[in-house]
C-alpha cells in the first residue's frame, strides 16, 4: 500500500469526514475494555529485560481516522514509564518517504546522527521498501525466540510475507491493504444483503459503463470507472492489477532478480482498458493528477463515477460523509476483478537503535490483536491477523470485514527486490505509455525493468 494521506476533498459533503455511527460505537463501548484488555497483555513480564530510553518510531504521515497510530503510542507510554514512545512523520508521499527514510538510515549507518529526533529505533516502512532497507543493511532482523508461542502463526500469511527478504524475517505488518471496487447500487443493483456478493470481470465493467455514464452536462455519471494513474506508485499498482488480471502469475524472479516478461499475456488486459478508455468510459481526468489518491474518491462520492477502484480506509469515509444519516450515493463493496496488490505498512528494528529488545516490544504491542483491533474499528485500517478478521462482534458491526479478509488473502506481494523503487519507475511509465495508446508496452521494456532490478 501506498501512503494515503487525505488531502482535502474538494466535495463539500466530504470535505470534513466524520466517524461513522459503527466506528462511534466501537470507541464507546470498547474503550474501557480496549484498555484494560491492552494493560493487562503488557504489563511486560519480561520488562525487567528492555533497555531503558526513549524510543523513536519515524513513519509516513497517520493517515488513520483521529490519528489512531498515535493513540496506540500514547497507550504504550501509560504502561511504559522506561521505555517512552514517540512517533515522527515523514513527509506525505510514498515516493518522498522513501527518500527521506534512506537518508536518514544512511546517516544512522554512518554514525552521523547529531539530533537526537532523528536517532531511529523503529520504521514503519511501506511492504515495498522492506526488501531494500534488509539489503542496505539499515535493518535488524525479528528476534524470533522474544516472540510468544504461535504470535506468526495469527497473521495473515501474505501479510507476514511481505517483512521476509531471503527467507529472513526484518518487520512485522502494522497494517496490511487491498484494494477493493466500489459500485453504485442504485445503478448496477444490490444482489444480496451482504457486500461482496458480486464480483464485476472487466467485460461488464466495460459494459456497464457504456451503457450508464452520461455525456458531460446531463444528469448521471460522466466516467464509468476511476482509479489512481496518476505518475506515482498508485500506478504501479493499478497496472500491476491490471496485469494479473490477464492472467499472468508473477511478474518478477525474486531468486535471480529477473523480470518474468510474457508481452501477449502482460498487454491483454492493457488493450482492453486502454480501448475503453479512449472511448472515454475508464479513469476520467485521475489519469492527469499525479499523486493524488483522493481525485478517484472525489469523482465517485460526487456521483461522477459507476465504479473505483480504491482501499478499504475509505469505506467509512463514503460511508457517512459529514452532516449526513447515509452516504452522498448509495454504494457496496466488493473484490476487484482480479488480485489486488498488497498494500499496508510493516515495522522494524533500525540496525543502531540501542534499544532492541524494547523496540521489538513495542512491535508486538502494535501489532498484537487489540492494537490491530483498535486500527481497524477505529482507524479504518486493514488489519494484519487473523484472529481481528474472525472476530465476530467485529463482523458483525462491520459487515465488510469478511469480504476483506478475503481480499487480503487473494492479494499478490509486489515483487520483494533491493530495487523496488527504480523498477517501479520504469515500470509504471511503460504502462502509462500503454493504457494512453492502444495497449502495447514499449518494446525495449523487458531491458529496460532488468536494468532497473540491477540498480542501473
Known sequence: MTDRQPH???????????VPSAFLFGLVAGTVLGVLGTVAWYVAPRGA????????????????IDQQRRKLIERWNETNPRNQA?????????????????????????????????DIDIYNLDVTFTAEFAAAG??????????????????????????????????????????????????????????????????TIIERSR?????????????GYTGQFGPYEGLTVNGMELI??????????????????????????????????????????????????LRSLDDFGGGRALFMRNWPVNYPRLDTPDGMSTPRVPFQVTRLPGPSALGGQNLAVAKQSKQPRAAQA???????????????????????????????DLRSRFPYLALLAEAVREARVRPRVPYYFSFSEVFRKGV???????????????ARLNDALRGR
Open 244 to 293: 494479473w488480471d490477464g492472467g499472468v502469475e508473477r511478474l518478477v524472479d525474486e531468486s535471480s532478480n529477473r523480470v518474468i516478461f510474457q508481452r501477449q499475456e502482460w498487454e491483454r488486459r492493457l488493450r482492453e482498458v486502454a480501448a475503453a478508455r479512449g472511448k472515454g468510459l475508464l479513469a476520467g481526468d485521475a489519469f492527469g493528477v499525479p499523486g493524488d489518491e
Open 49 to 64: 529485560d528492555l533497555e531503558p530510553g526513549d524510543l523513536v518510531l519515524l513513519s509516513g504521515r497517520d493517515t488513520s
Open 8 to 18: 482535502r476533498v474538494r466535495s463539500a459533503t466530504l470535505r470534513r469526514l466524520r
Open 211 to 223: 451503457a450508464l455514464t452520461a455525456p458531460a452536462g446531463r444528469t448521471g455519471p460522466t466516467m
Open 362 to 392: 513495542l512491535i508486538e504491542f502494535l501489532t498484537s490483536r487489540e492494537s490491530q483491533t483498535q486500527l481497524f474499528e477505529r482507524g479504518g485500517f486493514a488489519p494484519t491477523r487473523n484472529d481481528v478478521y474472525a472476530d465476530e
Open 138 to 203: 539499515y535493518l535488524r532482523q525479528v528476534d524470533e525466540s522474544r516472540l510468544s508461542a504461535g504470535y506468526l502463526d495469527q497473521f495473515v500469511p501474505e501479510a507476514l510475507a511481505t517483512g521476509r527478504y531471503q527467507g529472513t524475517l526484518w518487520a512485522l505488518p502494522f497494517n496490511t491493504d487491498a484494494g477493493l471496487l466500489y459500485y453504485r447500487t442504485d445503478l448496477l443493483g444490490v444482489p444480496g444483503d451482504l457486500p461482496g456478493q458480486r464480483r464485476f470481470d472487466w467485460r
Open 86 to 118: 514517540r512517533l515522527e512523520e515523514t513527509t506525505v508521499s510514498a515516493d518522498q518517504q522513501r527518500s527521506e527514510m534512506v537518508a536518514i538510515a544512511q546517516a544512522q549507518a554512518a554514525g552521523r546522527t547529531e539530533n537526537p529526533v532523528r
Open 432 to 446: 502509462r505509455t500503454a493504457l494512453e495508446g492502444n495497449g502495447a508496452l514499449p518494446e525495449d521494456f523487458e
